[in-house]
Nanobody, 125 residues
Framework: QVQLVESGGGLVQAGGSLRLSCAAS????????MGWFRQAPGKGRDFVAA????????DYADSVKGRFTISRDNAKNTVYLEMNNLKPEDTAVYYC??????????????????WGQGTQVTVSS
């Protein structure tokens, strides 16, 4: 059974930084895509970033491009989201997810097969 455990969320002032981690277990991820999504209060779950597990290709939502960096450590089965220059509008619950398949569907939450429990990120102004 696949388990995804997120950590690293918290409260930070605008302009600050946080690093989220997502440790995956329960299967091999050599051909998977790992993604981060977020859900703000009263809104839907939005794509943030994704990384191809094997080739390391990355993709970012326009709203975070240049501020967030996704990376993965294959040996640790862990994916990271480095968030810099945080803004109040980044406040949300952040979820990591695994897509057992190609990178082409990386922006679609419905394509992902497994989800973590989420970690809260709050950015104060």
């Amino acid at each position: 059974q696949v388990q995804l455990v997120e950590s690293g969320g918290g409260l930070v002032q605008a302009g600050g930084s946080l690093r989220l981690s997502c440790a995956a277990s329960g299967r091999t991820f050599s051909s998977s895509t790992m993604g981060w999504f977020r859900q703000a209060p009263g809104k839907g779950r939005d794509f943030v970033a994704a990384v191809g597990w094997r080739n390391g290709n990355t993709d970012y939502a326009d709203s975070v491009k240049g501020r967030f960096t996704i990376s993965r450590d294959n040996a640790k089965n862990t994916v990271y989201l480095e968030m810099n220059n945080l803004k109040p509008e980044d406040t949300a619950v952040y979820y990591c997810a695994v897509l057992v398949g190609g990178f082409s569907s990386r922006r679609s939450g419905g394509a992902y097969d497994y989800w973590g429990q989420g970690t809260q990120v709050t950015v104060s102004s």
